[in-house]
């Protein structure tokens, strides 16, 4: 049980970057910048606190926890889970089944497109076994690794435009997947020129071009809590801000 004062703290960690988005948003013209909340190893009484506040986008990078929250907070109804970590193909159904996930940004190749869109069939098939017609796309966001880092996941700037093409045109894909845009994950020492997210507008515009897919309706999530505001600046739709709104971090109980 958090007590009065970290109570307090949590709020005003979030309204200082809930105004610092907005601010930064208005000074480049950017509109509708989506503040997802990143609460990976945090108890969901925290994001109860935000949720009450208002704030409805949450991350998480683990699939249990994910699974693990999304239940304990089922009644949130109009939560939305963003599903921001590695995938194991074979958790496909696990993620795909929780209640309120929204987007999962982190695709990186054909086998993980075709497994989620496998398990979203499956889903619907058992749905409708069962008269329970709530069937809706999942959206997707294609992760590219912008930086060449072997460290981090996401197909190379080059494959994007075939990854996309393959969630829109495939059978299994375009029937159960929603193509909402492209996420990466900046180098923390990029030069003030941001080439990763230049990158990144860069493939977006050239899948606007090869796909004839309307600029506005390609969303870009990057910007994280140590460079939300150049990701903004860069054209960022949607930034990932864990540490600097929750504080740090205990790995010791990841699931």
């Not at 109804?77 to 209640?99: A, D, M, P």
């Not at 996930?101 to 076994?129: C, G, R």
């Not at 990029?190 to 004839?212: H, R, W």
């Amino acid at each position: 049980m958090m007590d009065e004062n970290d109570v307090k703290e949590l709020i005003s960690s979030y309204k200082n970057i809930k105004d610092r988005v907005e601010i930064i948003s208005n000074k480049f013209d950017r509109h509708n910048v989506k503040l997802v909340a990143v609460s990976k190893t945090k108890p969901t009484e925290m994001i109860r606190i935000l949720y009450d506040k208002g704030h409805r986008h949450f991350g998480e990078n683990y699939i249990q926890e994910l699974v693990s929250k999304s239940e304990e907070l089922s009644e949130l109804n109009e939560i939305k889970w963003h599903f921001i970590g590695s995938i194991q193909s074979n958790k496909s159904k696990i993620l795909t089944s929780v209640k309120n996930l929204y987007v999962v940004e982190t695709v990186e190749n054909k086998k993980i497109l075709d497994k989620l869109a496998k398990s979203l069939l499956n889903n619907e098939e058992n749905n409708n076994n069962n008269n329970n017609n709530n069937n809706k796309k999942l959206n997707i966001m294609i992760q590219v690794n912008t930086s060449g880092e072997e460290s981090k996941s996401g197909c190379k700037p080059e494959e994007c435009l075939d990854l996309v093409k393959h969630c829109l045109e495939d059978n299994n894909c375009k029937n159960s997947l929603n193509f909402l845009g492209l996420m990466t994950i900046g180098n923390p020492n990029a030069t003030p020129d941001q080439p990763d997210f230049k990158c990144l507008v860069d493939c977006k515009n050239n899948i606007s071009k090869q796909l004839n897919i309307p600029l506005d309706s390609i969303e870009l999530s990057m910007g994280m809590s140590h460079d939300f505001e150049p990701a903004i600046e860069f054209g960022s739709t949607s930034v990932r801000v864990g540490s600097a709104i929750f504080g740090e971090r205990d790995y010791s109980n990841k699931k």
